[in-house]
Structure formats: C-alpha cells, structure tokens
C-alpha cells in the first residue's frame, strides 16, 4: 500500500512540475505593490489605480504579472493582460505584520523576462528580508531588469527609493501625493519600449593605449643610451664633465615621441564609441545620444502642450455651416463681410452621431479642450467612451497640435493613435464616437 501511495506522490509531483513548465510566458512587467498595514487601504486604493492608468499605457499583447508583500511575498497574478492585472488589484487589503521589501523584489526579478521591468509601489521600508538590495541589484544586473518607483505611504523612505531606481537603471517617479496623472504611465511605457543597458564591464571597459609607431618605438631607448654616452674618459682613466648640448637633446627627444603619441590617442578618442546608459545604443564618445535627445524632446512638447491654458466655451465662437460655405467664392457683400471673420482662422467641425454639424472657430491665445468633464473642457462631450478630460487642441509657435491626456480609450489621428502631433487642414479626429475636422484658412482668404 505504502508503495502506492508513494507512486502516486512522485506521479502528482510530475504532473505539477510539467503543468508549471508548461505556464504562461514569463511577464515582461511586473506590479510589485506593498500589502503590509504600514500601508492605509485608501493609500493601497490610490496605489492600485495609479498602477491601473499606467498599466493602461501599455500594449495590449504586455504580459503582467502581479505580486503582493507583506509577510511573505505571493502573486496575486503570475501571467496576464494589462486589464487582467488592473482588475486584481480590486481584491487586495493591507495584512501581514512584516514587509519583505526585497524578498519580493528578488522573486519578481527571477519571475521576469530577460530585460523586464518590475513597477513598484511602496513606502520603500523593507522588515525581515532574507534578501538585501545588493542582492537585489545583482539579480536586476543579471536578467537586465529595471525598477520604476511609485512612493506612498506615511512613513515614505525616499533614499531608499532612489538607491534602487540608481543601482537598477530604472527610475524613481515620486510620491504618490506630488505625481501628475499619467507621470507613472510615461516612466513605465519609457522603460517597457527602451532596450535594458548594456552589460557593465562593457559599458565601463577601458580600452588599451594605443600602440606607438615602430619607428617611435625604437628611437625610445635611445636617450638613455645617449645619456650615459655623454661622458667621455681623459686620458688619466677619469671622466670629463658631461658635454652640454646633450641636456638639449634630451626633451627634444621627449617631446618628439610625445606629438605623435597625443595625436593617435585623439583620433582613436574620436572613433571610440560607447552604449548610452537609457537606450544602449552605440554613440561617439563625448556626444549626446541622438534617439533619446528626440525622445525627450516628444516628452517636453508634450508637457508644454498640456499645460496650456484652456478656452472657455464663452471666448470662442461657434459658426454656423452657412458661413463656413461663403469662403468657396461667394461674392456679395454680406458673404464678403462674414469672409472676414474666418480669414487668417483655424477652425474644429464637430460631427456627432445624431446631431447636427457645429463648427468653432479656434483662438491663438487658449487651447481647445473636449471630455466629459465639464468643469475642466471648452467643449463638453456625453459621449461615455470619452475620458472625463480626453484631449486638447493647442496652438503653439504659429501652428495648431493635438495632444491626448492620458485618455483611457486614445485619441486618433486619421485613424492612427497619436500622444501629440502637429494638425494639418483637412486632418480628422477621432475619439469615442465622436468627428472632429480641423480647417485652417490661414492665407486662404483675401
């Protein structure tokens, strides 16, 4: 019986060890969130939902994992979609007496893909770890895993926070209190679509000091043979004093081998090449890495086109589709009259499903807004598939731009999905079941 029993244990411990073999692919992202009751469940609330909008950044086919801490670390989800990970933080609560901070950094680092990113949401306080966060770094260097912070909690340790993000390669984002919507979402889409960084002896290794000409080589020890030739011996079997002219040879000598020395090390300088600590990219030594200078340059226009103020309703002014219709040639006086109002203007034709055209005229001083909201949009939309605040239209240096803010279902530019991008007349937004057309009539009418 005993033997059963036994054949039976080994053959349930197969069937268990194939089944996880056989798991999901290993996350490319995985949501480390701090469950010990340091954490106040409406801190845990507000940590769960930023980690949903900035899951909600990712590409839909992103494998997350979620893993819980507090006494012990354990997974809430080992494999899943963006949405299937937004929807396991609803169950969590704060528990535990302990918080094994880097415990569970060290288990979601060994869970990971090669070149994944752990997001962490913490007070960054780890209690009884058997692990240490040098162990932590060596794990993260090994798989070349990054870790992007979110603080939170009372007790936040902030040092803490920024040692890891340092000694990863990832980054630290703030405290959840100061961090702008969609800050989170930004950092981790940042580090999910750039390459993790090259190996450290690669990227630190010296190379050898370049080899002197063989002509340079052989004339080298020629000056101390000289030097001891300076003396001759007089007739009696002394010395003589040492003749002068050598003491001139000499830094002659020196500087000699030196110019070309110095000019081969230059040139080999300038062809060296070295791996961008963000993207790994090979760059010229000494010069600033062009593919990440254009990434953050997206991201400041971006923000400056955010963070224009917004129109209000009562400041713009909405158009009727007759007076849109005399810019094509009408000639009477009254259609010259209103032609004035739209020459040199740029304007949005709103199409909605149900509804009649309308037409707003844009101003060069105040950005455009539409969403739900209607305390923060120029333009309220019931659409339900809009995002209370969804996107702006904004004029900047002369020319207009569409900027998303951070809405849950995106905003579309000729059925493209855009974060920003510069308007061309005839261009179509799209956003929900909503139509906007953007018309410029600058230099058009006389």
Not at 177 to 205: F, I, M, W, Y
Not at 209 to 230: F, H, I, K
């Amino acid at each position: 019986m005993s033997r059963i029993v036994r054949a039976a244990s080994i053959l349930l411990f197969l069937a268990t060890f194939a089944s996880g073999a056989s798991a999901a692919t290993p996350p490319s992202v995985v949501v480390a969130i701090d469950t010990s009751r340091s954490i106040q469940p409406e801190t845990l609330a507000a940590m769960g939902e930023a980690a949903s909008t900035a899951l909600g950044r990712l590409p839909a086919e992103t494998t997350v994992g979620v893993l819980a801490f507090d006494d012990l670390p354990r997974w809430v989800l080992r494999s899943g979609s963006p949405g299937e990970a937004a929807a396991a933080f609803g169950a969590l609560a704060p528990s535990g007496k302990f918080t094994l901070l880097d415990d569970a950094l060290f288990t979601a680092v060994r869970a990971l893909a090669p070149g994944g990113v752990v997001l962490l949401l913490t007070d960054g306080r780890d209690e009884n770890s058997a692990t240490t966060i040098e162990d932590v770094a060596r794990a993260c260097e090994a798989q070349g895993v990054r870790v992007v912070g979110l603080g939170a909690g009372k007790t936040l340790d902030e040092r803490r926070m920024r040692r890891l993000a340092l000694l990863t390669g990832g980054s630290y984002v703030g405290a959840l209190a100061s961090v702008r919507p969609g800050q989170v979402g930004d950092a981790l889409l940042a580090a999910v679509t750039t390459p993790p960084p090259v190996a450290t002896r690669r990227a630190t290794s010296v190379e050898p000091a370049p080899a002197a000409p063989a002509s340079l080589r052989d004339a080298a020890p020629a000056a101390p043979v000289a030097a001891g030739a300076a003396t001759t011996e007089d007739e009696g079997g002394g010395t003589s004093r040492p003749r002068r002219w050598w003491l001139l040879a000499l830094p002659l000598a020196l500087v000699a081998l030196a110019v070309p020395v110095a000019a081969i090390a230059r040139n080999r300088a300038r062809q060296r090449t070295v791996a961008c600590k963000r993207c790994g990219n090979e760059v010229p030594a000494g010069e600033d890495c062009p593919q990440c200078a254009a990434v953050d340059k997206e991201l400041a226009l971006q923000e400056r086109l955010r963070n224009r103020d917004m129109t209000r309703i009562e400041d713009t002014s909405e158009l009727r589709i007759e007076a849109i219709e005399l810019i094509t040639g009408a000639t009477s006086l009254d259609a010259i009259e209103k032609t004035r109002v739209i020459a040199d203007q740029s304007m949005l034709l709103v199409r909605e499903p149900g509804e009649s055209q309308r037409s707003f005229l844009l101003r060069s001083d105040g950005a455009f807004a539409v969403g739900r909201d209607p305390r923060s949009n120029t333009l309220i939309m019931r659409d339900p598939a809009l995002s209370a605040k969804h996107f702006k239209v904004v004029p900047d240096d002369g020319m207009y731009f569409i900027v998303d803010l951070d809405s849950t279902n995106g905003t579309y530019l000729n059925r493209r999905r855009v974060r920003a991008a510069r308007l061309a007349s005839g261009d179509v937004i799209q956003a929900g079941q909503v139509e906007l057309e953007f018309r410029s009539f600058l230099g058009q009418v006389a």
